[in-house]
């Protein structure tokens, strides 16, 4: 298990952009199950929507995302490196997330040739899938990115 203050030595993101609360599994290079809590006090619920707040999908597929990159960064041959979000495919949003619900967000790594790779992933709620995608990701060092030649 990674609590929060690991999942922060991993990941570049910070709040309001972590989307992930806890790793409860993990086999680094391989797979991860994380937590998101859905609380009211999330910024995005001021629009989308005030009167019926759910969670916005490309949020979901963010949450997922991070769970992907815990899994890729916590391999010590990545520590002077970054994941970077490279594409999605086959996304399905299968029903809302609320405030007050807990998604667990299930990833696994499907192949990983070079510096690119995709996951497969899926969020789920009580049980229920919420959301599922494949995702692809691109690992570079820091300092190439900074130079401009991607990301």
């Known amino acids: 298990m990674l609590r929060v203050e690991e999942v922060i030595r991993l990941l570049p993101h910070r709040y309001p952009f972590l989307l992930i609360d806890r790793i409860l599994e993990i086999e680094p290079g391989r797979r991860a199950r994380g937590i998101k809590n859905v609380s009211i006090n999330e910024p995005f619920f001021q629009g989308h ?21 815990v899994i890729l ?4 041959e990545n520590r002077d490196k970054r994941a970077y979000f490279a594409g999605m495919d086959k ?11 807990t998604l667990v ?17 899926e969020a789920f709620v ?18 190439e990115v900074s130079r401009g030649n991607g990301g």
């Open 105 to 121: 967000l299930d990833v696994e790594v499907l192949w990983h040739r070079g510096s690119f790779g995709r996951v497969r992933a």
């Open 49 to 69: 929507f005030p009167d019926q707040p759910i969670m916005p999908g490309v949020l979901i597929v963010e949450s997922m995302a991070q769970v992907g990159g």
């Open 91 to 101: 996304v399905r949003f299968r029903r809302p997330v609320f405030p007050g619900d």
């Open 126 to 143: 009580c049980e229920q899938l919420a959301a599922e995608a494949e995702l692809s990701y691109s690992i570079m060092r820091i300092q």
């Open 73 to 76: 960064m916590s391999l010590p």
